[in-house]
């Protein structure tokens, strides 16, 4: 009767082993996603400080230069990327004021989703 009592005792000893072996990975595994999900969201966050950067020198250069179209462009593909849909729009209206006929420009307002006012 003891040698069962041993024999359960011991199985119970392991289960309890297996079970806390399974939770200390589980938590390693948790830790690691966590860390990898921070470097990612870090990562998002460098691309906007520079996309936002980007924006900033490019609105310096519209006001510098208010005729250059092909700098309105590239300020409305940036004032889109950062979800400014108004302010793209009109820097591609402003663009379309000095080429009213340009496909490219058609192209970009088609791409960006935005429609060019007549």
Do not use: C, F, H
């Amino acid at each position: 009767m003891k040698r069962w009592g041993n024999l359960i005792y011991s199985v119970k000893v392991r289960r309890l082993e297996v079970v806390i072996s399974v939770l200390l990975i589980v938590v390693w595994l948790a830790s690691a996603i966590t860390v990898l999900e921070e470097k990612r969201v870090n990562k998002l966050w460098e691309i906007r400080r520079d996309k936002e950067a980007k924006l900033e020198k490019l609105v310096e250069l519209s006001i510098q230069y208010p005729d250059y179209r092909d700098l309105l462009y590239r300020l409305a593909i940036s004032q889109s990327e950062l979800g400014n849909d108004d302010a793209a729009k009109e820097a591609l209206n402003r663009a379309r004021y000095l080429d009213p006929n340009n496909e490219i420009l058609i192209k970009i307002a088609g791409s960006l989703g935005i429609s060019l006012s007549n």
